[in-house]
């Protein structure tokens, strides 16, 4: 026998995918929500290849009203699965039946597969598994997918009922009338549709379902023959044909129920998921609840001295980068001499101490001399010292080259008399001197307890100065720095070791650099982010698994119904949180069309995993004191969607009420530990592959047009203006002049950002590579002062236009397959565009005339469009169009 | 009366769904059918959380304000 495709069919969130992932051993995204599974899924039984096991979206029941149960419902019908495995929920059997007794009409071997029974039996609960196979008339199992129990037994069953191809009795669902008019209408299609589906067609035209009549092709004239008994019945009681077929469904199943489950006498009247929907979801506090639980994310993730900083200087400086040591090694156990017996951190203050006091002598020597024998003597004597140095050297070995000394004491009898006064060591952030520590025992314990020592009399906490003389600087310029692979258990950084491994290998500068600094260094700052980014996503897993994400859409229903969109819109911008390109499919979960197209354009706008890439880096180079920038980030891509929404809401594309709001509320359970470090790791893998598929030949190509010029020549470091990137950047860096990055750098960064967001972090990395600064943070933080006089505004403009506006390339192309149709594509990356440029000059341009900065012809455009945009906010509404009513299930 | 009036914690049989449109039919589908038992779990500026068959349906007002008890 060729392929067996086996259906997995059911309810929304009663575990179809967690049972797909069982069976095939695949890895597809599970949720606590419903509406995780958007298309038809394939996989493999394990162990038996010629089984396909198929996960389909969940439905409620057959007469589907949004496009992801379309996609179910058609495949049932009319592609029709060998077999259909059906899951019902066994902690709610009675809304699930109802799709059970539907989808036992369709005429297809089935069988149920009772899930969640750990759930069940945990509450007290019993069901007769026999007996409810007697009533529906198909084998019945009981199985936890989650635990892996039964589950194979349960698609052995649904393999064997397909190769028998043979269903049993079918339930007498209906009663009556109803039934007598079923019958007749069944007997009159008899030859016109096929044998099996024949009672599902009889239902269809009694509900005069005028969609699946089509499909079914059933003639006019039998519809016309039956129409009398269909109202017959109607008049008889009392009510549509369709809410007949609905009442009689739920009684038979109310029947059915009945017998089969015992429930337990213990079950508590208020459940504790109940409860804490009462706190959560609270007139008041739902919403600070809300935006506090962003505020703890971000804090993990990006706060100064928080985890995610922790960890994120550990991987750029350590792992990725020098070295690092291994936690409480950093004893000199190996040095000898000046560093012995010292820790890591006390030889570095020491050595900035003594390289201060060196520095700080030798300026005020070359003064001194300059003082004495006129202005740019001391430069002169240098360079005359350094050309008979050079006349008489003698290379020891080969390859021993003449290096020109930087500092020479050329008047001996002068630097005897010159005292450096007041030399101190700066501090990083403020360029302060550092204060003195001292060693008494009343400073010190107050030092532990973390409390600011003054007064104690011994100077403690004052400026920490110091004079040099001659004899004491020659003393200083003894102090090498120190070597940290010389103190405790050091490990080097995977940048060090390519370095010395190419080293090794002799390859030219040339190659070194593209490999360190091209490719090796935007991939690098990448990877950085893992930590980051592990956070970001350990937490949303957390929130999505216990269920508390479905309760964000119900909260945000309230204020999103205030511009038309109904709270489900929410559910694709958590999505979008973790990537952009599933929170596009997920409003397929939306019935109309229109509010389905407005949510594609919106919900790119939450910064998801790739910008959150963008805000750590900027957070944690220019916002260190901000705690509050990163959320901030979070709630400014909330306040655009909503308002955004309220603009589109009132153009005449999408005028109207919004549809209404149902959506069933998953019950909180406590997720496991290995559910949420299974959908963490698959994103973070994602991510990391991404580096290495996308980020790095991005990076390869970058490094390549910054170092050669239109002839293909290779140019020097220094000679970076003359290369094809400088010269791209420079075309089209008018753009982003308002925005206060108007340079080559800036337009490359954010240009090569529509790539993958993070790669804006991987070339401004790159480009900034030739500016001043120890560290790539440093680098960039010069790069944004070389902008102008307001290198924060510029930052703050930079990341903002970065975030919002258009996503990835990815995420494009993804809006306009969902769109259908390209102008609605068009629309939306030219409303993204324009939503990030506008914001972004707003605050630069705003920002720069409060900072002082003058006003000129861009602030005035900034306030204009700023009004502009308040207009299309605050103007009176139109009425709905005609044409756009609510579609229903095509 | 109509199921949004209700305290909450109370528990109530649906007499009929007024409207005869696509909501209603996705409100039965969820279970909201004559003679069904629903319990008012919470309300919060307008949207309501009720119980019905063993799962919790997150309804807006003008829904809630058409379900019958």
Same mark, same amino acid.
């Given at each position: ?152 037994? /349960? ?30 209408? =069944? ?19 009694? =509900? ?24 017959? @019945? ?60 962003? @505020? ?17 200087? %550990? ?67 240098? =360079? ?35 005292? /450096? ?38 100077? @403690?906490?004052?400026?920490?100065? %110091? ?190 009420? /919004? ?232 | ?56 349906? /997150?309804?807006? =007002? ?8």
């Amino acid at each position: 026998m060729a392929n067996i495709k086996i259906a997995l069919a059911g309810n929304p969130n009663c575990g179809k995918t967690t049972l797909f992932n069982d069976l095939t051993g695949s890895d597809q995204y599970v949720g606590n929500w419903p509406g995780v599974t958007v298309e038809k899924k394939d996989g493999r039984l394990k162990g038996a290849h010629d089984v396909v096991i198929q996960d389909l979206p969940g439905i409620y029941s057959l007469s589907p009203y949004s496009l992801e149960e379309v996609v179910a419902r058609n495949y049932l019908v009319n592609e029709k699965p060998d077999a259909i495995l059906n899951i019902v929920d066994g902690s709610n059997l009675e809304r699930n039946l109802y799709l059970t007794t539907q989808l036992l009409e369709l005429g297809l071997p089935m069988v149920v597969a009772v899930n969640m029974m750990d759930v069940v039996k945990r509450n007290g609960d019993k069901i007769d598994a026999t007996r409810l196979s007697k009533s529906l008339g198909c084998p019945v199992v009981e199985i936890s997918a989650l635990k892996g129990e039964g589950t194979r037994e /349960a698609a052995e069953l649904a393999l064997a009922e397909a190769k028998k191809g043979v269903k049993g009795e079918r339930p007498h669902v209906f009663t009556g009338s109803v039934e007598h008019a079923l019958a007749h209408i =069944e007997e009159s299609l008899h030859g016109k549709v096929e044998n099996a589906t024949s009672r599902w067609a009889a239902i269809k035209v009694f =509900e005069r379902d005028k969609k699946a009549i089509e499909t079914l092709g059933v003639p006019a004239d039998i519809i016309s023959h039956v129409e009398d008994h269909i109202t017959d @019945c109607e008049k008889e009681m009392d009510d549509d044909a369709e809410s007949i077929i609905t009442t009689q469904r739920y009684n038979y199943i109310q029947g059915i129920v009945g017998t089969v489950l015992t429930r337990s006498s213990r079950r508590a009247s208020t459940s504790l998921s109940d409860k804490i929907d009462k706190f959560v979801t609270h007139r008041i506090l739902a919403l600070p609840i809300f935006i506090l639980s962003l @505020c703890v994310m971000w804090w993990l993730a990006v706060a100064e001295k928080g985890p995610g900083t922790i960890l994120t200087d %550990w991987a750029n400086d350590g792992f990725l980068g020098d070295g690092w040591h291994l936690p409480f090694t950093t004893h000199a156990c190996k040095v000898d001499g000046k560093y012995k017996d010292m820790e890591f951190e006390d030889a570095q203050g020491e050595f900035a101490k003594q390289d201060a006091s060196k520095s700080k002598w030798e300026e005020t020597y070359k003064e001194s001399y300059n003082a004495k024998n006129g202005e740019g003597s001391y430069d002169k004597a240098l =360079e005359a010292f350094n050309e008979k140095a050079k006349a008489e050297f003698k290379p020891e070995k080969e390859g021993d080259e003449f290096e020109a000394s930087e500092f020479e004491v050329l008047d001996e009898a002068l630097a005897k008399t010159v005292v /450096a006064k007041d030399v101190f060591v700066e501090d990083e952030e403020t360029g302060e001197p550092v204060a003195k520590e001292c060693d008494c025992e009343k400073c010190s314990k107050k030092r532990e307890a973390g409390e600011e020592c003054d007064g104690c009399g011994c100077g @403690c906490g004052e400026p920490d100065k %110091w004079d040099v003389d001659y004899a004491a600087y020659q003393k200083a310029k003894e102090w090498e720095e120190p070597d940290p692979s010389q103190f405790g258990v050091w490990v080097p950084g995977i940048g060090a070791l390519l370095g010395d491994g190419l080293d090794k290998l002799g390859v030219g500068e040339t190659v070194k650099s593209l490999v360190v600094d091209g490719a090796w260094g935007g991939v690098a700052t990448v990877l950085g982010f893992v930590p980051v980014i592990t956070i970001v996503f350990l937490f949303l897993a957390f929130l999505e698994d216990c269920g508390y994400m479905a309760r964000v859409a119900f909260i945000m229903d309230r204020i999103f119904r205030k511009f038309g969109l109904s709270g489900k819109s929410f559910i694709p911008m958590i999505v979008g949180k973790g990537c952009g390109v599933p929170a596009v499919m997920a409003a397929r979960t939306i019935e109309s069309e229109r509010d389905r197209r407005m949510t594609i354009i919106l919900s790119t706008f939450i910064p998801c995993g790739a910008k959150t890439v963008i805000i750590a880096m900027f957070a944690a180079i220019f916002f260190r004191e901000m705690w509050y920038v990163a959320p901030l980030m979070d709630v400014i891509g909330i306040a655009i969607i909503v308002l955004g929404g309220i603009a589109l809401k009132k153009s005449r594309f999408f005028a109207g009420e /919004a549809a209404p709001f149902v959506m069933e509320l998953p019950a909180y359970h406590m997720p496991t530990f290995g559910g949420i470090f299974h959908h963490t790791w698959n994103r973070v893998k994602g991510y990391m592959l991404k580096a290495g598929v996308i980020i790095f030949p991005a990076c390869v190509f970058l490094w390549f047009i910054m170092h050669f010029d239109w002839h293909f020549n290779l140019l020097a470091d220094e000679a970076i203006e003359q290369s094809m990137l400088h010269d791209m950047g420079s075309w089209i860096a008018w753009f982003f002049a308002p925005l206060g990055f108007g340079s080559w750098q800036g337009a490359a960064a954010s240009v090569s950002a529509e790539i993958a967001k993070e790669q804006a972090t991987a070339t401004l990395g790159l480009v900034a590579a030739n500016m001043d600064g120890a560290s790539t943070a440093a680098q960039i933080s010069n790069l944004f002062a070389s902008f102008g006089d307001f290198p924060k505004l510029a930052a703050m403009s930079f990341m903002l236009f970065n975030l919002f506006v258009p996503p990835c390339m990815v995420a494009i192309a993804t809006t306009f397959r969902e769109m259908g149709a390209a102008k609605w594509g068009w629309f939306a990356i030219a409303f993204q565009l324009f939503v990030g440029y506008a914001l972004a000059l707003s605050v630069y341009q705003i920002g720069v005339l409060i900072a002082g900065g003058g006003f000129g012809v861009w602030t005035a455009v900034a306030i204009l469009v700023d009004l502009w945009v308040l207009w299309t906010i605050f103007r009176p509404a139109r009425k709905a169009n005609g044409e756009l009513k609510l579609e229903n299930g095509k | 009366m109509p199921i949004a009036l209700m305290s909450i914690g109370s528990r109530h049989r649906v007499k009929a769904v007024k409207g005869n449109d696509v909501a209603r039919k996705r409100l039965a589908t969820m279970g909201f059918v004559e003679g069904a038992e629903v319990t008012v779990i919470a309300h919060s500026a307008g949207n309501y959380i009720l119980g019905v068959c063993d799962s919790r349906v /997150a309804v807006d =007002e003008a829904l809630a304000m058409r379900i019958l008890v």
